[in-house]
């Protein structure tokens, strides 16, 4: 039973949000974005970029989805890679169609203390979906911040979503961007192997970079390495984590990692708040 004014309930409660557009980037990924039928809710989903939104479909499922739209934009925006009985009645739905929306949840990226100094963001896959929200925030107001560097892998060449971002992002000043992918075809014109191959090409000083990383765990455990042997501070690096995550306020434990919840403590870590977790296998 819920009660009116209960804050607790009202989190566990979706609003009902149409879709008013739908993007495909191949066969199982889609941008959605979403648009709150209740006017007056969107307040309430006033978020910060790296905080997540948890989809429903009524009678089927939820799962969570990384906010990737800028927090001043009337719609929400979330990108779905279809793998589970959840994803792939959403990926049959359109424009119109109505799905249940809960949150904003989760810890953020440091934006703000990132200001004034360099930003390296790796990403792997379709781990770029976390973090484009935060990088289209920087280019917004470039101004505050330094030299910004974005390295991205792909394991194909149609994995590369929102190709058009990554262009306009290498024609802002001050900006390096890297992309590779592991099986390349006639279409691709980018660098070939793995992400973490592209830091023999970036100069940082680790005095004042800051790192943005998410994508595979795999990947992100071989970027910190390098990063450590660059001098980059443990305390400078913030990882995003993917998990099982099925309530989003802590309370049923999928999420669970170590003595951390990604839902509610995460999904966004100082790399040196995790680290003693990230390599023991099966967290």
Known sequence: MTFAGDTSARLLVPEPAEIVEKR????????????????????????????????????????????????????????????????????????????????????????????????????????????????????????????????????????????????????EPGTQVLLTTDQPDRTWHDRLGVVTELFSEVQIDPRRTIVFMCGPEVMMRYAVRILRERGVSMDRVFVSLERNMKCAVGLCGHCQFGTEFVCKDGPIFPYSRIARFFNVSGL
Request: aromatic share 8%.
């Open 24 to 171: 495909s980037f191949g066969p199982q990924i889609h941008v959605f974005r979403l648009r709150l039928c209740d006017p007056t809710a969107r307040a309430r989903f006033d978020f910060q970029q790296g905080q997540f939104n948890m989809v429903s479909v009524p009678g089927v499922g939820e799962v969570a989805l990384s906010i990737s739209s800028d927090p001043n934009d009337l719609d929400l925006e979330h990108t779905i890679r279809i793998v589970g009985r959840t994803t792939r009645v959403i990926e049959t739905l359109g424009v119109g169609d109505i799905l249940g929306l809960r949150g904003p949840y989760g810890s953020a990226w440091p934006l703000l203390e990132a200001r004034w100094k360099d930003v390296l963001v790796v990403t792997g896959g379709l781990g770029c979906a976390p973090v484009t929200g935060a990088i289209e925030y920087m280019f917004r107001r470039r101004a505050n911040y330094g030299q910004i560097i974005v390295i991205h892998g792909v394991k194909k060449p149609s994995d590369l979503i929102h190709r058009e971002r990554f262009e306009a992002w290498r024609r």
